[in-house]
């Protein structure tokens, strides 16, 4: 069965970098066709997506984010691993992890989710 | 950049029917997914490439995509249906391709 878990700080202060790590089980990071994603949602807002990484280790950013964000995976431990830089108080969110999958090269989705963590920016 | 718009809210009886829309251009060209998201939870995949169940989902759950406007369908709507839903697509057209949420329907279970 398939999981995830987000772990990382609770809470940053404005200008630090934040750096979440999503620990999956079920399945493996070089499984063809699959990818972990990171959405996170402010507090009583919509979801926003951040970042996607592949099966093949291509990675998607949002085009908003893109110059504060890193994704990167280490298979070995079955991790991945998000960074936003330079953080302000509107990046407080709860940020989620998300197994994500395409199939017959239909574009991925996201079909299982971590519990999500609360991250506040505040000095 | 490609925008996906919902309604903000969406109420019905239980037993009824719900709609609920998310526009954008030309979205029929694309693949449409739904999520539904209940207070304190993370969002949950109900249809998946416009109209596919994942497994688990009760059938009363369709999706449907043409033109500017997908949908999905909430049918013999029950008071556990109340949550917040969510269509999402990608924007590939741009150089960058990216995921795209709408803003999220809020459904009310009279």
């Known amino acids: 069965q398939i999981t995830l878990k987000e772990s990382g700080p609770t809470l940053v202060k404005p200008t630090q970098s934040l750096t979440l790590t999503c620990t999956v089980s079920?399945?493996?990071?070089?499984?063809?066709?699959?990818?972990v994603g990171w959405i996170r949602q402010p507090p009583g807002k919509a979801l926003e997506w951040l970042a996607l990484?592949?099966?093949?280790?291509?990675?998607h950013y949002s085009p908003y984010l893109k110059n504060r964000l890193t994704i990167t995976k280490d298979t070995s431990r079955n991790q991945v691993v998000l960074t936003l830089t330079n953080m302000d108080p509107v990046d407080t969110a709860t940020y989620y992890c998300?197994?994500?999958?395409?199939?017959?090269?239909?574009?991925?989705?996201?079909?299982?989710w971590g519990l999500g963590t609360l991250v506040t920016v505040s000095s | 950049s490609y925008v996906l718009t919902q309604p903000p809210s969406v109420s019905v009886p239980p037993g009824k029917t719900a709609r609920i829309t998310c526009g954008g251009n030309n979205i029929g060209s694309k693949r449409v997914q739904w999520y539904q998201q209940k207070p304190g939870q993370a969002p949950v995949l109900v249809i998946y490439y416009d109209s596919d169940w994942p497994s688990g989902i009760p059938d009363r759950f369709s999706g449907s995509n043409s033109g500017n406007t997908a949908t999905l369908t909430i049918s013999r709507v029950e008071a556990g249906d109340e949550a917040d839903y969510y269509c999402q697509v990608w924007d590939s057209d741009s150089d960058h391709p990216h995921v795209i949420f709408g803003g999220g329907t809020k459904l009310t279970v009279l």
């Open positions: 998300a197994h994500s999958r395409s199939i017959n090269l239909n574009p991925y989705y996201f079909d299982y």
């Open positions: 079920g399945f493996s990071l070089r499984t063809r066709a699959v990818g």
């Open positions: 990484i592949y099966w093949d280790d291509d990675k």
